[in-house]
């Protein structure tokens, strides 16, 4: 459970707010302008990091190749784009999240897992286009990032 308080309630008071911190876990601050802020006890915070990479960890090793097609026909319960994607396409992005999670784990930075949720659903949204084929034949896929411009600017 988390409480919210004000950042400028946090800087008048700062010992009111550790105290509600330390009876209800989590608290936001919010700012005004600005992204909230979590204050949180960081050692309870490093023991979530921690349990949740031992479970990445046991869930990459026990799946094997039957256990990501069972997983890829049923990602749609967590990510319904994931239906736009091809059944043989669905293990692939199965298999590389896990890869990726068990990486940024092992240096605690998750930008990197992020990238790799929102690339898979840029790649169902390329899936759903009308203009591309059903099998998909005619999408490209680049080795390197390229620019492009805005679609929307008109330049």
């Known amino acids: 459970m988390s409480t919210t308080a004000t950042l400028s309630a946090f800087l008048r008071d700062p010992n009111s707010i550790i ?3 330390e009876e209800t876990g989590d608290v936001v601050l919010t700012r005004r302008s600005a992204p909230a802020l979590r204050l949180s006890n960081a050692a309870e915070s490093e023991a979530e990091t921690r349990t949740l990479e031992a479970l ?9 190749d039957e256990m990501l097609e069972r997983i ?6 967590t990510f319904p784009w994931a239906d736009l994607l091809p059944a ?10 896990l890869r990726i999670a068990r990486a940024c784990f092992s240096v605690g930075r ?7 949720l929102e690339a ?8 759903a ?12 896929y680049f080795e390197e990032p390229e620019a492009v411009s805005d679609p929307w600017s008109g330049k």
């Open 19 to 21: 105290d509600a911190m």
């Open 110 to 116: 998750f930008d990197r897992l992020t990238l790799t």
């Open 72 to 77: 890829g026909s049923l990602l749609s319960i």
């Open 56 to 64: 990445t960890q046991l869930l990459a090793l026990s799946i094997d």
């Open 129 to 140: 286009d009308p203009s591309v084929t059903v099998d998909a034949t005619d999408l490209h």
């Open 120 to 127: 898979w659903k840029s790649t169902a949204e390329a899936y």
């Open 88 to 97: 043989h396409v669905r293990p692939d992005f199965v298999s590389e999240f």
